[in-house]
């Protein structure tokens, strides 16, 4: 047998694929749209506890908090700091106390927390 007859007989005993139907489809039910129903997001509230150190300027104290980080690479704790201007409305808080402040609106360019409580009063 020749290459050209080898061709001719693999043309003859190929088989065609049986063609696909498709199945039915069920109806489809439609069902009346519920209107969504609507969740109250619970706001975070985020609140430090600092010790105060500047009462200087007109109802508003400095408080330095701070906190212990580990390092990531070699595990040893670090002292980190931030300090924030916290809105005092009665001028009441002095220098060395330790107080509790919450984050608020924005009420000045550089103060947006109020002061909560004082946890303890500072020597004098």
Known sequence: MGDKEK?????????????????????????????????????????????????????????LVERKVKHPLYGKYINKSNKFHAHDEKNEI????????TEHKPISKSKSWVVTKVVTKGQG
């Open 7 to 63: 061709m001719e007989d693999k043309s003859i005993t190929t088989k065609k694929a049986p063609v696909k139907t498709e199945a039915k489809k069920a109806p489809v039910k439609t069902e009346a749209k519920k209107a969504p129903v609507k969740t109250e997001a619970k706001k975070i509230v985020r609140t430090v506890t600092g010790k105060v150190v500047s009462n200087k300027m007109d109802k508003t104290i400095t408080v």
């Open 94 to 101: 002095n220098e060395g106390d330790v107080v509790q402040i």
